[in-house]
């Protein structure tokens, strides 16, 4: 029986990138192999024969893996930052910042609780404000010194429910917010596995769907797209991406997103085998 599926050394050679399994697992080890544009390390991955397979010479070295997260959601979404000013709530080591920064920004706010954690490149670039110990449940509008554009969020032991009312307010009116949904800290603690990490994909969609009600019940954002991400957060944990628009009708030609749509996502995430 015909697959759509390979084991990725060997859709590199059948590719023609290079000529023997050996030298695909030796680049393939190396990050130096890219499926859909994200780097895959597993020889043995399992990828659909449909990936866009190619070979690069440098791989960018950015400050944090996470920076692939918003590489996607950017890509998928179709959200271009040229000129934006931002804010990214759950900074961290940067990896959001910086792709912001690469993707022309204009400026964006580093929003952490932790200090110190910020790379050292980003904390000296003109373009970047560097707000640490400060408590993103706490933000007001007063404590930025332009009208933001676009807004990132990236945040652990907390769900997005206390984040996304005050991340509206920041926003403009017509701007987005792209957020990394962590099922772990937005199920309850008898829906969370052993070792903290979520398997069920119906708790998946569960956190997704409650997500989604409380959207468009609590807020005036509107859910514009999801995807999963492309790679598993800390522990193997997967995780998904969702784009809102403040106000307004979306320009996303039109797409409504709908629990049986956030069902797909779900379900594609977990066929998904070459997540890193």
Not at 6 to 12: A, F, I, K, Q, S
Not at 147 to 160: C, H, N, P, Q
Not at 261 to 275: G, I
């Amino acid at each position: 029986m015909q697959t759509d599926k390979e084991r990725l050394d060997v859709l590199v050679v059948e590719r023609g990138l290079v000529e023997s399994r050996n030298k695909a697992k030796e680049l393939i080890l190396s990050g130096k192999i890219l499926v859909d544009g994200i780097p895959v390390r597993k020889p043995g991955s399992i990828v659909s024969k449909g990936s866009n397979v190619v070979l690069t010479s440098e791989e960018k070295s950015w400050v944090s893996r996470g920076a692939y997260k918003l590489i996607k959601a950017l890509d998928v979404f179709g959200i271009d930052p040229t000129g934006c000013c931002c804010v990214d709530i759950g900074a961290s080591t940067g990896g959001f910042t910086e792709v912001l920064l690469e993707r022309g920004a204009r400026m964006v706010y580093a929003v952490d609780v932790g200090y110190g954690q910020l790379a050292w490149k980003l904390r000296q670039d003109p373009r970047v404000k560097v707000m640490e110990r400060t408590n993103a449940r706490y933000l007001t509008p007063e404590m930025f010194e332009e009208t933001i554009d676009l807004i990132s969020i990236d945040v652990s032991f907390i769900s997005l429910k206390l984040i996304l009312p005050v991340a509206e307010k920041l926003l403009r009116s017509n701007g987005y917010c792209i957020c990394l949904v962590k099922p772990q800290f937005e199920a309850g603690r008898e829906k969370v596995g052993k070792n903290g990490v979520i398997k069920d994909p119906n708790v998946h969609l569960m956190v997704l769907s409650q997500l989604l009600d409380f959207i468009d019940k609590e807020t005036n954002f509107k859910l514009c797209n999801a995807d999963f991400s492309p790679i598993l957060g800390p522990k193997g944990n997967r995780e998904f991406l969702f784009l809102l628009k403040k106000n307004g009708e979306t320009d996303q030609e039109n797409i409504k997103i709908t629990k049986e749509k956030l069902e797909e996502v779900v379900k594609s995430s977990h066929e998904k085998e070459s997540l890193m």
